[in-house]
T-cell receptor
Framework: GQQVMQIPQYQHVQEGEDFTTYCNSSTTLSNIQWYKQRPGGHPVFLIQLVKSGEVKKQKRLTFQFGEAKKNSSLHITATQTTDVGTYFCAASSGNTGKLIFGQGTTLQVKP | ETGVTQSPTHLIKTRGQQVTLRCSSQSGHNTVSWYQQALGQGPQFIFQYYREEENGRGNFPPRFSGLQFPNYSSELNVNALELDDSALYLC?????????????FGNGTRLTVT
């Protein structure tokens, strides 16, 4: 079945440093969504990307969808302690709209 | 707008027992998906319910079953519990028919099987 792979699994940064997580698939994706899960919490929707080469920004967060629609990235500029958590990408399985999640990248930010 | 609510929040069961987890979807949402999240892992898709019918299933055995009710709330039933079933069970509601409709998750039920 369809899988999405995320790297890295863990990232420790100093507050103020940048952070990037990558999401890759062997198949073309119809769309990709990003979620954030705080420690002890549940995944919360951040954004959806649909178009080839699409770039979206939310304050310090920049999301990109690859030209071939097989990869995506999330970049955080100047991390803050509030950015701590696990970031998941999730892709629709076929035409069903059901989401398959990656393994996540856990971000730790040292103040 | 009422969010997704799950009950109970925590549960401890013995191997071989059966368990029922409950989920109320967000108002206006007609689709419910269930996910299993083991510690340190991403959510694994169990199944989705739409119009009271199972609308897709992940790689889980038949002892995982579910129901959706006319008010769109849902239940997840697990029979013959195994130690590996210990996990956070997440329910998420969404709007079927809306492409890429984001999932709205509940806080989850933490199941421990001893």
């Amino acid at each position: 079945g369809q899988q999405v792979m995320q790297i890295p699994q863990y990232q420790h940064v100093q507050e103020g440093e940048d952070f990037t997580t990558y999401c890759n698939s062997s198949t073309t994706l119809s769309n990709i969504q990003w979620y954030k899960q705080r420690p002890g919490g549940h995944p919360v929707f951040l954004i959806q990307l649909v178009k080839s080469g699409e770039v979206k920004k939310q304050k310090r967060l920049t999301f990109q969808f690859g030209e071939a629609k097989k990869n995506s990235s999330l970049h955080i500029t100047a991390t803050q302690t509030t950015d701590v958590g696990t970031y998941f990408c999730a892709a629709s399985s076929g035409n069903t709209g059901k989401l398959i999640f990656g393994q996540g990248t856990t971000l730790q930010v040292k103040p | 707008e009422t969010g997704v609510t799950q009950s109970p929040t925590h549960l401890i069961k013995t191997r071989g027992q059966q368990v029922t987890l409950r989920c109320s979807s967000q108002s206006g949402h007609n689709t419910v998906s269930w996910y299993q999240q083991a510690l340190g892992q991403g959510p694994q898709f169990i199944f989705q319910y739409y119009r009271e019918e199972e609308n897709g299933r992940g790689n889980f055995p038949p002892r995982f079953s579910g129901l959706q009710f006319p008010n769109y709330s849902s239940e997840l039933n697990v029979n013959a519990l195994e130690l590996d079933d210990s996990a956070l069970y997440l329910c998420a509601s969404s709007l079927e028919g809306v492409f890429g409709s984001p999932l709205h998750f509940g806080n989850g039920t933490r199941l421990t099987v001893t």
